[in-house]
């Protein structure tokens, strides 16, 4: 009955040529490998061409990221950190410095370190360090990830601080639209007392009321918080044209999938059919295939925290 | 028979491929890491597919395309995902 159909046979192993399905056999393999590559050079080559569209969905925000950090802080035992002013600019200059300069490293390609945009906030600290993140689409990926890796742990649980400060940017980095996000950790040289709970929550209100555009410039009032006057760059929620989460996901399912139910009937078809074959061990292949479905869909998380 | 003869190699690629996945998992927010995980893995499954066929006295031009090319597309999915 299928023999009738030879384009059947794309699909289900061939009884007389002994062979397996067309789309499993060497030229389509290959085939699929070339088209894989396409695939990467497209988008190793959308950035460059057309900056922004390709990119990482995220909804980030300052006061979840400080609910985080305390909330981790609490459970191993040590105080919360109080959101400072200084050191929110210090994030804030860091941040705008990086999408500027195009560069996601501690240390700028000019040589600016951390420690000049703490200087420079008029921050005099005796203690201060820095996380970087970025591609998150959560607030909660972003402290989760510090949290994992060794050195941003110690700074999330540091006994050295009593102040952070937070910046959530939105803009295109390496042609990619991105949310970076930076935290800026500290300790006054002097002894003065730390940012106090009305401070917090004025920095946090001001958050709040930044409008939908990409980078707001937010000026509050010199009589009410003069030392508030600076950049804000509120987190708004990032939508790329294409989140290359998602397209990356959805393209290592469909090939694999495709491959999977090839395999699988492969396995079924040469059994009802009896047809001997020398090739390849399908069960094995399919194995290697979910194995691989799992481990990037399980493992592969988005972000990169520095 | 030919499946018990089978099943201490197909253990091998089983085990292989689990600490394949485990590493990729403890390695999970450091994509470099990851990467080469996956390659090694990809790695790993063609050579365990040529020597699998190699003892059974199977290993022809055809069969040892046909792991190379599958360990090619499989590592280009991975470089996909974890590059990007």
């Known amino acids: 009955m299928i023999d009738k159909y030879q384009f059947l046979h794309h699909f289900l192993p061939h009884p007389t040529k002994k062979k397996r399905a067309v789309l499993l056999q060497h030229g389509a393999m290959l085939t699929y490998a070339l088209v894989l590559v396409t695939f990467l050079g497209i988008f190793r080559t959308i950035p460059r061409v057309a900056p922004g569209v390709l990119g990482y969905a995220s909804d980030i925000s300052v006061s979840d990221l400080l609910k985080g950090t305390n909330k981790i802080r609490n459970e191993n035992g040590l105080n919360s950190l109080r959101l400072n002013q200084s050191l929110t600019k210090a994030a804030e200059a860091k941040a705008h410095h990086m999408f500027a300069h195009n560069y996601w490293a501690h240390v700028a390609p000019d040589g600016t370190t951390p420690w000049d945009f703490v200087l420079d906030s008029n921050y005099d600290y005796s203690y201060a360090g820095e996380n970087l993140a970025k591609n998150f689409d959560s607030s909660n990926d972003v402290v989760k990830a510090w949290f994992n890796s060794p050195s941003h742990r110690e700074n999330l649980l540091s006994t050295n601080y009593d102040e952070i400060g937070f910046a959530v940017v939105n803009g295109v980095l390496d042609g990619y639209e991105t949310t970076l996000v930076v935290q800026m950790f500290g300790?006054?040289?002097?002894?003065?007392?730390?940012?106090?709970?009305?401070?917090?929550?004025?920095?946090?209100?001001?958050?709040?009321?930044?409008?939908?555009?990409?980078?707001?410039?937010?000026?509050?009032?010199?009589?009410?918080?003069?030392?508030?006057?600076?950049?804000?760059?509120?987190?708004?929620?990032?939508?790329?044209?294409?989140?290359?989460?998602?397209?990356?996901?959805?393209?290592t399912l469909l090939v694999s999938g495709f491959l999977f139910i090839l395999l699988a009937l492969d396995i079924w078809y040469s059994r009802r059919r009896a047809i001997p074959r020398l090739s390849g061990n399908a069960f094995a292949h399919i194995t290697f295939l979910v194995m691989t479905v799992v481990g990037v869909w399980f493992a592969l998380t988005p972000g990169k925290v520095l | 028979m030919k499946l018990t003869k089978d099943i201490p190699q197909i253990f091998i690629l089983t085990i292989g491929l689990g600490l394949v996945v485990f590493f990729m998992y403890f390695f999970r927010f450091d994509k470099n890491a990851q990467l080469i995980t996956g390659a090694v893995g990809c790695i790993y499954y063609t050579v365990w597919g040529i020597i699998h066929h190699a003892l059974k006295e199977r290993l022809s031009m055809a069969i040892f395309f046909e792991y190379v090319l599958f360990g090619l597309v499989v590592f280009l999915l991975l470089l996909l995902s974890f590059t990007l």
């Open chain 1, 187 to 251: 300790r006054p040289r002097a002894a003065i007392p730390v940012a106090s709970k009305e401070e917090e929550d004025r920095i946090l209100t001001s958050y709040e009321t930044v409008p939908t555009e990409a980078t707001q410039v937010i000026t509050i009032s010199p009589e009410k918080a003069p030392e508030l006057a600076f950049n804000l760059a509120g987190p708004q929620e990032v939508l790329p044209a294409v989140d290359v989460t998602t397209a990356t996901r959805s393209i």
